[in-house]
């Protein structure tokens, strides 16, 4: 068996139709801060693209979300990724998913025998994000 280098996970793109306004959303609903905007015409992945870089910090230190615009093609209609994000106040951020556009799936689930709190989300687009809060057992 061959040996793999040492990887880290640096990124998620999120295929989208609006990169600046679900850029506003992921920032206003989960704290993330707009790091770095790209544009160009030959992006390596099959034509234009613009995109909006997110993350917690103000650098491209971490782990980032990317909000990713084809300018030449629609995004996709299937659901091809489900975020996750882990928070310590659900229903504070339940409600922020709400003041910006998005949807809850059902209401927050408690399964205390897996010690998290869960609530399924949309984003403005419909793409669906899974919530947790960490609960003690």
Do not use: W
């Not at 390596?44 to 917690?56: C, F, K």
């Amino acid at each position: 068996m061959t040996a793999i280098s040492k990887t880290k996970f640096g990124f998620t793109k999120l295929i989208v139709n609006d990169e600046e306004a679900m850029a506003d959303y992921y920032c206003n609903v989960y704290g993330l801060n707009k790091i770095q905007r790209v544009q160009t015409d030959d992006s390596g992945a099959g034509g234009a693209i613009r995109e909006v870089i997110l993350g917690h910090g103000d650098t491209m230190a971490g782990e980032t979300l990317v909000m990713f615009k084809f300018l030449n093609r629609t995004p996709p209609v299937e659901q091809e990724v489900i975020l996750g994000f882990i928070t310590d106040d659900l229903d504070a951020l339940a409600q922020r998913v709400i003041d910006h556009g998005g949807k809850h799936v059902d209401a927050i689930k408690s399964m205390p025998e897996h010690g998290v709190r869960v609530l399924f989300t949309t984003d403005p687009e419909g793409r669906l994000s899974e919530n947790v809060e960490l609960i003690a057992s």
